[in-house]
C-alpha cells in the first residue's frame, strides 16, 4: 500500500518540529515521535521547515536552507524508512524538494499561489494544502481544483484556524465538515491553530495549552489527520516555541484527544 493509501484508510499523524534547527535535533524527535506513532498504531509523516519564510520579523531565524534541509530529511528516511514533509515557498523549488520529500506542504499563505499549487501537482507528490486563514472551507475547492488540473489526485486539505481580528486565531469546525466533502482527506493542524499572529511583537505567540480541545473536537467532526508541532523544549525553540507540544506531553496528549475521540 502506498502512503497516500495509508493516509486515506487510517487516522494519520503529521508531527515533528517547526523548524530545522540541527541535525541532531530533527533526529531525536524523528525516532521518538515515530515511536509514539507506532505504538497508537497511527500512519506517520514526519514533519521539519527547512526554511520558514514567513516569519513576523526580518531577524527571526528561518531555517537551515535548502541543501542542508533536504540532506537531513534524507537521512530522516534512510534511518527510520518515515515518509517525509516540508513547506514549500516557491514553484522553481518543487522538483528539488520532491526529489526527497514525500508530501509538499503548501503554507497557508499561499494556498493561493496558482503556479506553486501547479508546480507541485505536477511534481507527482502528495500536496497538503493548508487553508489560508482568510478563506472558508468551501472555498478550498479552487486550490483543489488547481492540483488536479494537473492531474494529481493525491490532496490532503488542512485546517488552521481563520482569523477574525488581530494576533488571534479562531477553527470554526464546520471548515472541517464542509472540506471533507471534496472527497480528500482533511487534517486538523492543532498547534498552528493556538497561535497568536504576530502577537509577541516581531514573533507569533501561541496557548498551547488548548492544543488538547481543538485536538478532541476535530476528532469528534471527523478529521483524517492531525499536525502537530513538537519541541523537546518549546520555551527554547527558535520558531514557533508557544505552540509547540512538549516531547515528554505528547503521546498523553493524542491518547486523551485523538486516540478518544476520533469516529
Do not use: W
Not at 505567540?205 to 476528532?219: D, F, H, M, P, V
Amino acid at each position: 500500500m502506498n502512503l497516500y493509501d495509508k493516509i486515506k484508510s487510517n487516522t494519520f499523524l503529521i508531527s515533528g518540529p517547526c523548524v530545522i534547527e540541527s541535525e541532531a535535533m530533527v533526529m531525536n524527535l524523528a525516532e521518538k515521535i515515530s515511536k509514539i506513532a507506532d505504538d497508537l498504531k497511527l500512519t506517520y509523516v514526519f514533519k521539519a521547515s527547512f526554511d520558514k519564510a514567513n516569519r513576523t520579523s526580518v531577524t527571526s531565524f528561518r531555517g537551515s536552507g535548502m541543501k542542508e534541509g533536504l540532506r537531513i530529511l534524507q537521512k530522516v528516511k534512510d534511518t527510520f524508512g518515515l515518509p517525509v514533509t516540508t513547506d514549500i515557498h516557491e514553484s522553481h523549488q518543487a522538483e528539488e524538494i520532491a526529489s526527497v520529500v514525500d508530501v509538499l506542504q503548501i503554507p497557508a499563505f499561499l494556498c493561493r499561489q496558482t503556479d506553486l499549487l501547479l508546480a507541485c501537482g505536477n511534481s507527482g507528490r502528495i500536496v497538503n494544502v493548508k487553508k489560508a486563514q482568510f478563506l472558508s472551507g468551501f472555498e478550498m475547492k479552487h486550490a483543489v481544483k488547481k492540483v488536479e488540473s494537473t492531474g494529481n489526485k493525491q490532496i490532503i486539505l488542512t485546517e488552521r484556524g481563520t482569523m477574525f481580528g488581530y494576533n488571534n486565531l479562531v477553527v470554526d469546525f464546520r471548515n472541517i465538515v464542509d472540506m471533507k466533502t471534496f472527497g480528500y482527506p482533511v487534517c486538523m493542524d492543532v498547534t498552528h491553530s493556538t497561535q497568536k499572529p504576530g502577537g509577541l511583537d516581531g514573533k507569533s505567540g501561541g496557548q498551547r495549552e488548548y492544543a488538547i480541545y481543538l485536538a478532541k473536537a476535530a476528532a469528534a467532526v471527523g478529521a483524517d489527520g492531525f499536525f502537530f508541532e513538537v519541541h523537546e523544549n518549546p520555551d527554547e525553540a527558535m520558531s514557533d516555541g508557544p505552540n509547540m507540544i512538549p516531547l515528554k506531553d505528547f503521546k498523553k496528549l493524542l491518547e486523551d484527544s485523538v486516540m478518544k475521540y476520533k469516529s
